[in-house]
């Protein structure tokens, strides 16, 4: 699985929004400059992602984008099926695309796909924007931390 560019910015803006989770919406124009995000690109994933219930807007001077839910309620999985559709390395294996293989009952490469396909799934599905969250602070301490090891 090679993720979408579309995916990056979208999980890019998602993890920006989680961090902002308690303070509101926040604006396109801010997401696009702090996480280096084309605005043209951005407002289209964002826009996907209201439309599927990820996230809400609000029109107007304090308006944005948010949220729809705790970050511990929405999944990476969720987002990259959102603007890319189907995890699965192969049509055979996947969960909401499936087709047929004419040699599926025989195919020995079916089994490894499967088993790539939840490898994957399993990281994806249960790795939640909270879970990201935590991961952000943690590289940033760690980054703080070797900033101030050095200087010493």
Known sequence: ???????DYALRAMVY???NYKN????????????KIPQKFLEN?????????????????????????????????????????AIAPVDCVSKI??????EEV?????????????AIT???DTMTFADMCKRARDLLEKKESDILTYMI
Request: aromatic share 2%; charged share 25%; glycine share 10%.
């Open 97 to 102: 695309a499936y087709k047929p293989c004419s």
């Open 24 to 35: 509101g919406s926040v604006q396109t124009k801010e997401i696009s400059a702090k996480e």
């Open 45 to 85: 994933i964002l826009l996907t992602l209201r439309k599927t219930g990820i996230l809400n807007s609000k029109m107007g001077m304090k308006g944005g984008y948010e949220l729809a839910k705790s970050p511990d309620l929405i999944t990476l999985g969720e987002v990259i099926r959102a603007l890319d559709g």
């Open 106 to 118: 025989t195919c020995v490469i079916r089994g490894v796909m499967m088993d790539i396909r939840n």
């Open 122 to 124: 399993d990281v994806l």
């Open 17 to 19: 929004l989680s961090m």
């Open 1 to 7: 699985m090679k993720l979408s560019k579309k995916s």
